[in-house]
């Protein structure tokens, strides 16, 4: 009832505010009220229609939950180790200046600097419907501070989101087809690490009943210093992923998804980041930035917004 209730509570809200400003012409008119104003009312309420159009493009069942967020360097050698550590900055400060909490699932160090690839999940609510618009290839053009002639390179990594998926959704996932692996954790630490094999390895696969096709999941965990709970870490990431999977399937029906399978190289971005040029653009939506800086700090409301507002409601 609350919910439904603040649907109502809000349209209201924006219904008295559009009512207000079709009423403004006469005041004005009878010197009761300024044109100033008039167009400060008609800011208020286009805002105010903005954010219940924003809110009504994250209906979907899914989009409340938290978010399970995958970083992966692609092709570029350093150079997408080092943006794929950027990347996960800016996801970082979002979900900062957001009140999001982050944890660590998984994190692979790349061998001289960067991340070769990390696991992070997103605690809050509606996590995953903001962040869902991130998932694809994000591509870097930089004069590269890796290169001794300092040229201009162009790098990829994949950023891979899906449901924080609780207990109270249910996806059957079938033991027979579960293999642990178990591997001493890497990493800086206490006395357990790199002596004790704590960290766990989930291979999963299955065969999907409507393509034919052979799915495969490997998922590491090495969060905690238990082997039990870096276990229950992995099987709740593979729930997550294998409800993302349905999700997908049942999006299909209706709608061309994002190509999540595409390799991370030239062709295949979602988003470009230009730094030289100073320029950030989605090309999904057209909609870029000459603020460059702003973005790698986490200021993604905008391309967040415009993706929402452009495919939130398909």
């Known amino acids: 009832m609350a919910g439904i209730k603040s649907w109502i509570t809000d349209f209201d809200a924006v219904a008295a505010k559009v009512e207000e400003a079709e009423m403004m012409p006469d005041f004005i008119a009878e010197g009761i009220a300024t044109e100033e104003e008039f167009e400060a009312l008609c800011a208020e309420a286009v805002e105010a229609i903005e954010a219940l159009e924003l809110r009504n493009m994250l209906r979907g069942e899914e989009d409340k939950m938290g978010a399970i967020v995958d970083i992966n360097a692609g092709a570029g050698g350093t ?154 870490n992995a099987m709740r990431i593979l729930r997550s992923k294998l409800y993302q999977y349905e999700l997908n399937k049942r999006m299909a029906k209706s709608l061309a998804i994002e190509a999540e399978k595409k390799r991370i190289e030239w062709g295949s971005q979602i988003r470009s980041y230009v730094f030289d040029d100073r320029r950030v653009k989605d090309h999904r939506t057209g909609h870029q930035t000459s603020n460059v800086d702003a973005v790698m700090d986490g200021d993604l409301d905008a391309f967040i917004k415009s993706y929402l507002m452009q495919f939130g409601g398909q």
């Open 79 to 232: 150079e997408a180790l080092d943006w794929a550590s950027m990347l996960l900055r800016m996801y970082t400060r979002w979900c900062e200046a957001h009140g999001y909490k982050v944890k660590m699932l998984d994190y692979q160090a790349g061998d001289e600097v960067g991340v070769k690839s990390c696991t992070m999940e997103v605690e809050g609510e509606f996590a995953y419907g903001y962040l869902k618009s991130e998932n694809g290839v994000h591509r870097m053009v930089r004069l590269s501070p890796f290169n001794a002639n300092n040229k201009r390179q162009t790098t990829f990594a994949s950023v891979a989101v899906t449901p924080a998926v609780d207990d109270s959704i249910e996806v059957v996932v079938n033991p027979a087809a579960v293999v642990w692996e178990t591997f001493r954790s890497s990493g800086a630490g206490g006395q357990n690490v790199n002596k004790v094999e704590t960290a766990a390895r989930l291979r999963y696969s299955f065969t999907d009943e409507d393509t034919g096709e052979e799915v495969k999941y490997v998922i590491e965990n090495q969060e905690t210093r238990s082997q039990l709970m870096n276990k229950e």
